[in-house]
């Protein structure tokens, strides 16, 4: 589907909610396309997050830093509960699976 906060009916970003077609319970899961030079907005969300980057690289903006930081395959990205966070690819497009817990 297309990512809702980017607004370009998917060319430059998409996501793959896999919670939504098996229940995973308290976790929020899916996989984030993000195609080259493009980018997925800043934003935040109260559960925490953890992305682990299978393909590709790019800019991570995460765990409430102001600065970004270039991540590649196998790394992992964890925010805390409304960490500013955003993405921004190169040349490069990245894909991630990432995992939201959403449990009390």
């Given at each position: 589907m297309p990512a809702p906060r980017v607004g370009d009916?998917?060319?430059s970003a998409g996501l793959a909610l896999l919670s939504?077609?098996?229940d995973l319970g308290?976790?929020?899961v899916g996989l984030?396309?993000?195609g080259p030079n493009g980018g997925y907005?800043?934003?935040h969300h109260p559960p925490p997050e953890v992305y682990l980057i299978l393909?590709?690289?790019a800019h991570w903006r995460y765990g409430g830093s102001t600065g970004f930081r270039l991540r590649t395959v196998g790394d992992v990205v964890h925010?805390?509960?409304n960490d500013l966070h955003e993405v921004r690819t190169s040349s490069?497009?990245?894909v991630a699976v990432w995992v939201l817990y959403d449990g009390a």
């Open positions: 009916d998917g060319s939504d077609c098996v308290p976790l929020n984030m396309l993000v907005p800043e934003h393909g590709g690289e925010n805390h509960p490069l497009p990245t």
